[in-house]
């Protein structure tokens, strides 16, 4: 009980000495994590510096949603390229092309979508 005291107390010091408290727990004893000026997360009953890293999933969550970004990107620079050639073309031809189009905007809102729910 002593010891819980002494870290509360501890904590206590830091936040006065301008470290925040985040809602972040110490993957060793669980203790509040503070937030150093430095911007480094301590805990104060191990008494050093926590890395918190992230899983592998959120990892590879983060590498499809750049990814995903790259597709996006094309199939908007396609969906203009198709934009573009319309004013060439004869109605009956336009219709393919707006078919095309019209895949494609489906595409880019579902990427959208996945974007914002993501980032
Ligand atoms: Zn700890």
């Known amino acids: 009980m002593e010891k819980e005291r002494d870290v509360v107390k501890r904590i206590a010091q830091l936040v ?3 470290a925040t408290l985040t809602s972040y727990t110490c993957p060793v ?3 509040v994590l503070v937030k ?3 911007g480094e997360l301590y805990c104060a009953n191990c008494e050093r510096t926590v890395v918190l890293v992230k ?3 959120e ?3 983060a590498v499809e949603v750049v990814q995903l970004r790259e597709v996006r990107r094309i ?3 396609k969906i203009l390229q198709l934009g573009r050639e319309l004013e060439k073309l004869s109605a009956s031809e336009m219709v393919d092309h707006l078919r095309s189009m019209s895949i494609l905007l489906d595409i880019y809102e579902k990427l959208s979508k996945i974007q914002s729910s993501k980032v």
């Open 16 to 18: 006065r000495a301008g």
């Open 36 to 38: 150093l000026k430095t």
């Open 55 to 57: 899983s592998d999933e």
């Open 75 to 77: 199939v908007f620079d």
């Open 29 to 31: 004893c669980g203790t």
């Open 59 to 61: 990892a590879q969550q």
